[in-house]
């Protein structure tokens, strides 16, 4: 049913608009993220909902308290945070999202996940407000950069940003000019509250896994701020720590300060490649990081590998056991 059949069906109950609000899937209508709804929420105050003469009402009308159009209940709701639209007040983007997680129905776990990705980007600052609001102030941000490279460490970096903290343009480094991550590094170095950051080598990574070396630099960034977090935005990876922690799934463009320690983490370790391409300039590591590019797999051929390659990693430990073939 489309949103405006809905509207009429709402009309012939004759409804105070200034006491329901549309919510859930109908709100999600009028922000566009779907172009039809099979069904509705009318919001209200619990006080208004017990008041209504539901048998009396329900005589009048049998739509009225449930069918498969709509329902009629109460439900906390935010009066600041509501729009109005087409003479209705429409819960907004923001409280679409956050009713949804309250709610969190096993078949709105892709919505939630689409109205997460929608909020956040157009409001970055949204979990640091709300932790902001729960009286939290020395929030974190932790990220890495370094998972996928045959060459080199792991780098993790760990952010501390003032509350009014501003760096307009700042996202996920990895969509960002090498330019503009240069200038986000020396402003959030500026600007920043604390900074820490974690190095793992290669030979550790050899030893424990990628994966378990990642967690170990993230604790090491952590561990080397100056302050010690209240609480902890982790981009996807989950950390066993003493300080809460929320492992936000693409983080580091939804949160600002996951954001600030993935340009960190990022410069951090372009730096330190930049420099390994002076040492062995034939591998290209200043364009590739050390990533599996035609030109490093093909150097790797040529030239063999360097004591920084990661040995574990799939196209080293092939060209290791090939040499090994050969005696």
Known sequence: ?????IYKKIDRLRLDNQSFIIVTDCSLVCHGIIAEAEDIDLACSKELFD???WPIRIEDDNEIKYNDCFAINYALYDLEHIDVIDGYHCSDLVSCYELKKLENKPKDKKLIQKLELLVCGQDNYYFERKLREQGVTLIAGVDEVGRGPLVGPVVAACVILPENFCLDGLTDSKKLSEKKRDYFYDEIMRQAISVGVGIISEAKIDEVNIYEA???AMKEAIAKCDLKPEHILIDAM???????TTSIIKGD???????AASVIA??????MLDELDKKYPMYDFKDNKGYPTKKHLA???QYGIIPEHRKSYGPVRDYLEKQLSLF
């Open 214 to 216: 990642t967690k170990l």
């Open 266 to 271: 990022k410069v951090t370790r372009d730096r």
């Open 253 to 259: 463009f939804k949160s600002i300060t996951i954001s």
């Open 299 to 301: 150097a790797i051929q």
């Open 51 to 53: 008041s209504l003469d």
């Open 1 to 5: 049913m489309r949103k405006e059949e």
């Open 238 to 244: 989950p950390l066993s720590l003493d300080i809460p």
